[in-house]
């Protein structure tokens, strides 16, 4: 076995390990920095999957130098509009309307593939020295006092002061020292795929609260959108087996004909949903981020924001500790990420559960209470104002820098 000394090792390859690695690089150059991730090569290239970049994303991606290569293939969100209804309505009526931009006219978001941001956090480490070793899965961790020790499948021992583990929702690192988690399943699937039609969607977002849950509809460049579909395990299982014909046959009944002919581009894939939340974020040595830390359901779209938030308070956590000279995988400086972190995850978690909760059934009086509840937020541009804001992702002066466009 070769043996390798670092100060940070990062555990997984996806947009939340990488950019972990590229801002602690970025910002304390004469940090050692590795990132190990268990996928074999290129297989990140066939993620065919989009999401949604808040703006507060979109200032760290900035600030980390990478947005210029991601933002040729992003579309703006303009607007959003939000309906409640069933797929055999003859009218699906609209409820809230969203414009899609904050004070200074920047988007709330961006619609952009996976396969473009991840192939620019890559280039962007490979550029400041950051080594990511491929087909590295974790297979043995140790922790003592001054270090962590890490074995990997491939023969390998790295030895860091601190390790992240961005090794997604069923992470191998959590397991190994212990951290519980609170998880339950919805019952849910969701169905990605990416859809081409004949008219333009202008910048426009929409999701359809369906009794099976929500069917979102989002802007890609071109005519092209992304969608995230929710149905029930068993129906998606049915549907994604299906034959093209059968398939754009439900899809259409879905979408509606307001965009046009539509097509299926590419593949189509069903995640099962739930809600998975860490205990603990941080042990000595030790801290989780993205969804080993936490995952959502995508009803609010803040799955990979939250991730880019924790990136954001932990690199800024480890740099300033870094600085003064203190113990970058002490629990005493940890613990400063975790209390960080908490609040926010805990509330964007309670806050999916409830949404997919009322909105993902056909109980009569509860769809007229949650449908009377988006009407009166359409009349209250205030209120408007606030939750665009908010899932804008930009923090005030107490949060971290890089979600602000600073630099740490």
């Known amino acids: 076995m070769t043996t390798e000394s670092l100060d940070i090792l990062v555990c997984g390859g996806g947009y939340v390990g990488l950019s972990t690695a590229v801002a602690l690089k970025l910002a304390s150059p004469s940090l050692g920095v590795a990132v190990i991730d268990a996928a074999p090569p290129e297989v990140w290239r066939k993620d065919q999957r989009a999401s949604a970049i808040a703006a507060g994303a979109k200032n760290l991606l900035t600030t980390l130098g990478v947005w210029a290569a991601i ?115 919805y019952g849910q699937s969701g169905i990605v795929t990416t859809v081409a039609h004949e008219r333009p969607h202008n910048g426009r977002a929409e999701e359809h609260f369906l009794p099976s849950g929500p069917f979102a509809i989002l802007p890609l460049t071109g005519n092209r959108s992304s969608l995230v579909w929710t149905e029930r395990t068993e129906a998606a299982k049915r549907l994604v087996a299906e034959d093209d014909f059968v398939f754009e046959a439900e899809l259409e009944r879905r979408f509606g004909h307001h965009l046009g002919a539509l097509s299926v581009e590419g593949g189509r894939r069903a995640f099962p949903l739930g809600l998975t939340l860490a205990r603990e974020f941080v042990r000595p040595r030790l801290a989780l981020a993205g969804d080993a830390a936490h995952g959502i359901h995508p009803v609010a779209g803040q799955g990979l924001n939250l991730g880019f938030r924790d990136v954001a308070a932990l690199a800024e956590t480890v740099v300033e500790a870094n600085r003064l000279g203190l113990d970058i995988g002490s629990l005493t400086v940890l613990e400063r990420y975790q209390t960080w972190r908490r609040f926010d995850t805990v509330r964007m978690g309670i806050t999916s559960d409830v949404l997919t909760r009322m909105f993902s059934n056909d109980i009569t009086p509860l769809r007229l209470m949650r449908d009377f509840g988006l009407g009166l937020v359409d009349r209250m541009p205030a209120m408007k104002r606030y939750f665009i804001n908010q899932a804008a992702g930009i923090p005030d002066a107490s949060g971290p820098r890089l979600l602000r466009g600073e630099t740490i």
């Open 71 to 185: 933002e040729p293939e992003a579309q703006a969100i303009n607007d959003m509009v939000i309906t409640d209804s069933r797929t055999s309505d003859p009218v699906r009526p609209v409820f809230l309307t969203f414009d899609g931009k904050i004070e200074d006219g920047e988007p709330f978001a961006h619609m952009a593939p996976n396969v473009t941001m991840v192939s620019a956090l890559r280039d962007k480490a490979a550029e400041i020295g950051v080594e990511i070793h491929q087909s590295a899965a974790a297979t043995a961790l140790d922790i003592t006092e001054r270090e962590a020790r890490i074995e990997t499948a491939d023969g390998r021992v790295f030895v860091a002061k601190l390790v992240v583990a961005a090794d997604g929702v069923r992470s191998t690192l959590r397991e190994m020292v212990g951290i519980k988690t609170q998880h339950w399943d």
